[in-house]
């Protein structure tokens, strides 16, 4: 359920990122999330057709890029991908960290600009 106030958190940046920038649109979000975060894409869509409704931002394209899980040896430095093992496979020491996978932000977003005409009329 956390997936619905993250999701109204996206909103919330694209659309002050999108005002600050004069844009009367945004088009598509860019989302990075690790593989080891807790945020299912699909609860995000779903709750983003709902929180968008009636925004600048609603239609907007999510696009997800998933980063995978990735430990650091403290004892060694090796880094290895994510798996069932949290043991280093170079050198057997259990002192590891998370150093890739937990990453959720939003990249970038796709707006469109406001035409001649809409500019004009919000002057008068």
């Known amino acids: 359920m956390h997936e619905l106030t993250v999701t109204e958190n996206i909103l919330n940046i694209a659309l002050r990122h999108a005002a600050d920038a004069g844009a009367a649109q945004i088009t598509d979000l860019y989302l990075v999330v690790g593989q080891l975060?807790?945020?299912?894409?699909?609860?995000?869509?779903?709750?983003?057709?709902?929180?968008?409704?009636?925004?600048?931002?609603?239609?907007?394209?999510?696009?997800?890029?998933?980063?995978?899980?990735?430990?650091?040896?403290?004892?060694?430095?090796?880094?290895?991908?994510?798996?069932?093992?949290?043991?280093?496979?170079?050198?057997?020491?259990?002192?590891v960290r998370v150093s890739a996978g937990e990453e959720f932000y939003l990249e970038a977003i796709d707006v469109a600009e406001a035409s001649a005409d809409a500019v004009q009329a919000g002057a008068t």
Do not use: M, N
């Not at 807790?38 to 600048?56: A, I, L």
């Open 37 to 95: 975060s807790s945020v299912v894409d699909d609860s995000v869509q779903f709750y983003w057709d709902f929180v968008s409704k009636e925004t600048p931002a609603a239609g907007a394209r999510l696009h997800f890029r998933r980063i995978p899980g990735a430990l650091s040896c403290q004892a060694c430095g090796h880094t290895y991908p994510f798996g069932d093992a949290f043991e280093c496979p170079a050198c057997g020491s259990g002192q």
